[in-house]
């Protein structure tokens, strides 16, 4: 049936450049192919997140039982438990959410559904993934050198993370700030890469309205990161400076002010999470269409309340300052521009409810993860509208709420969003097909733990509990027996929630191996990534395919088939 | 758009974004402390002004060089992108010399903040001057031999934003005493 549908694309060969078998090296190391730097990308990204976990899990193991010789780690020193929650924030954010959604999805998805055989600058790909490799590399060294790697949380606030008298990680700091200032340059290459090839290579017959959601996503998140991530760049050098020459940027006594570093930060770190939450609402927008057989409701709409989600998530930055000596009449405002941001999310979310209405929904493994997106990031939307309205945010910053509410944003996209992505082309990413039991099994077993480490958290955060506190029972006040009861319990659900990560470990290696094979339009969709082989050989297609319609054309009244692929002439 | 212009204005934008960072803290700190003023009396203005001077005539060997390259030109455009080169290493050696000079009067980087900037904002401008110089010679050395010279062009629009970002560094860190 597949082969049906895709007149445009004969079956291609392995090697149709007419170079013979590459070497080891000149095909997984060095590759200038987007799908392979793709793969780089998603194992190193995978890599880092099970060093993040780990990291979560030995911290978790001592907040809930305090002292204790955590197995698998050792006894969580002082120093230790700083150096864990910092990179472990610092981990899933920049090393995982940024190089599997972006850079991983965005390297995979941008060429095959734009229909083009590379990206428009392959060796400028090549080289971000080659920074971004050594980035992590030189992240994870901070924690072999003198002194530990750098405590003084992933948002580095000056003067903790500005003197080593403070922070007592003098190396660290500063290799971590160089991790971090590598992996940026990192993605401002691929950004480039991604923001042209989407503009200047698309298919002929691919207007802008034919893009599929999920490129335009990952577009509009580069741009977001390329115009945001300035200031902190800027900032960057000069923390490095106060760091290493003695230059007093943030320091008050000599003139300085801390408070521009959170400025600096934040004018990024805000965008950036729209840059991280994007590609994984695209994902689920593909995801959801395809399992429902439906069009996207509102494609425009979508489109349009994302480029406003862009637009305003620069003006929002101080809600993260309420406390910070930030002026009331300017934290009205913020407060105001903080609230009103919920509105184009929140239409989003309507959409694709709406998508799904009526919809002949197929609860396969991708859709359930595409379906738990929509339900747990409403539930991390929310919270923020607590948090965004600084009356309430008085009380509510720097504790386990707030912690509790942007897990609730970041699991949905960096696990919840990276599963449903991979489990959706897993397909043509490998050619194989992924066990779906086992799947099933795997989605249940993360999900029903995930609510059970975070709920827990909100009410410790209603209760009181503040963050980065390496043991409670030196605070009578949090040391009551129920909040103890409370953190074993999240902590338990951790460990459970990790162990079935084992699970989808065992389906992958297995799938890869011995899975059946996936023909070349699995789901039966409508995008261009679907008319090539699974997977897609050197170059992609043999003859680059034409577009002639929209993406989401599904269940047409009139049609004998319920899909209508974009490829297909009418 | 072409490809490659395409990607060079994408390059510029972020950089504005770096400097625009650095440039608005330098003036939020200048506007709430008047002392500055005093400091910003000792650059050396007469030096500052030169070298604006040097990076617009190299600006102009840049323009020049993209004509000849739209006429097919590549020697001519070659060797005008050395003259551009010759104003960047010109542009380097009289910032050494006045540098050598400011920190032998006892202003270095940890004087105070407004020297910490001075030192950050045009430091970070003399980098991209070098980067700029040596993407600058790799072009020039292909399009002596008339090929690619599309990326005379390319790397003249860098080299404008280069000579922009001190067209703002000059005027906050010399005339505004």
Known sequence: ?570 | MATGLLAVWWVVASEIVIFGGLLTSYIMYRLSHDAWAGQAANTNTAIGAFNTFVLLTSSLFAVLAHQAAEKGDGKKAARLLYYTIGGAAMFICVKSFEWNMEISHGYTITSNTFWSFYYTAAGIHALHVIAGAIIMAIVAKDAAKNLELHRVELIGIYWHFVDIVWIFLFPLLYIAK
Request: include cysteine; hydrophobic fraction near 50%.
């Open chain 1, 1 to 570: 049936m597949a082969e049906s549908i895709t007149t445009e694309a004969p079956a291609g060969e392995e090697e149709h450049h007419g170079h013979g078998q590459p070497s080891f090296w000149s095909k997984y190391v060095f590759s200038t192919d987007h799908k392979m730097i793709a793969m780089q990308y998603m194992f190193t990204g995978i890599a880092m997140a099970m060093i993040g976990g780990f990291m979560a899990y030995a911290f978790r193991m001592q907040l809930a039982f305090p002292g204790i010789d955590v197995p698998g780690f050792g006894i969580v020193t002082p120093a230790n438990y700083n150096a864990l929650v910092t990179n472990h924030g610092a981990i899933m954010i920049f090393w995982v959410a940024m190089p599997v959604l972006i850079a991983a999805f965005g390297n995979f998805l941008i060429p095959l559904m734009c229909g083009c055989d590379d990206m428009v600058f392959p060796k400028v790909n090549r080289l971000s993934y080659q920074i971004f490799l050594l980035s992590s590399v030189v992240l994870l060294s901070s924690f072999f050198v003198e002194g530990g790697g750098f405590g003084g949380a992933w948002t580095a606030y000056p003067p903790l993370s500005a003197k080593a008298e403070y922070s007592l990680t003098p190396l660290g700091s500063t290799i971590w700030l160089v991790a971090v200032a590598l992996e940026f340059v990192a993605f401002l290459l691929g950004g480039i890469n991604f923001i042209t090839t989407a503009m200047n290579s698309r298919a002929p017959g691919m207007k802008l309205y034919d893009i599929p959601i999920v490129v335009w996503m990952i577009v509009i998140a580069s741009i977001l990161f390329l115009v945001s991530v300035g200031p902190l760049i800027a900032g960057a050098i000069m923390l490095l400076f106060d760091q290493n020459l003695g230059t007093a940027f943030f320091d008050p006594a000599r003139g300085g002010d801390p408070i521009l570093w959170q400025h600096l930060f934040w004018f990024f770190g805000h965008p950036e999470v729209y840059v991280v939450l994007l590609p994984a609402l695209g994902i689920t927008a593909e995801i959801i269409t395809v399992f429902s057989r439906k069009k996207l409701f509102g494609y425009r709409t979508v489109l349009h309340t994302t480029i406003a989600t862009g637009v305003l998530s620069f003006t929002v930055w101080a809600h993260h300052q309420f406390i910070a000596g930030v002026d009331p009449r300017m934290a009205h405002v913020f407060t105001l521009t903080t609230l009103l941001i919920s509105v184009p999310i929140a239409e989003m979310m309507f959409c694709y409810i709406a998508t799904l209405y009526g919809g002949a929904i197929k609860l396969t493994t991708p859709m359930l993860w595409g379906l738990s997106f929509i339900a747990e990031f409403l539930i991390g939307g929310v919270t923020g509208i607590f948090l965004g309205a600084s009356g309430a945010d008085v009380y509510f910053h720097d504790t386990y709420f707030v912690l509790a509410h942007f897990h609730y944003t970041f699991y949905p996209i960096a696990i919840i969003g990276t599963f449903a992505g991979l489990t959706f082309w897993f397909p043509k990413m490998f050619g194989r097909m992924m066990n779906e039991r086992l799947g099933k099994i795997h989605f249940w077993g993360s999900i029903i733990p995930f609510n059970f480490i975070f709920i827990p958290l909100f009410v410790l955060g209603m209760g009181g509990q503040h963050r980065r506190i390496y043991d409670y029972s030196n605070f009578p006040e949090l040391a009551l027996p129920w909040m103890q009861d409370v953190r074993v319990l999240a902590t338990s659900a951790l460990l459970v929630m990790l162990s079935f990560q084992l699970v989808f470990i065992y389906n992958f290696i297995v799938s890869l191996r011995s899975g059946p094979k996936a023909e070349k339009n699995p789901w039966k969709s409508n995008t261009l990534e679907w008319t090539t082989d699974s997977p897609p050989p050197h170059g992609n297609w043999k003859e680059l395919p034409t577009v002639y319609r929209g993406p989401y054309e599904y269940s047409l009244p009139d049609r004998e088939d319920d899909y209508w692929p974009q490829d297909q002439p009418s």
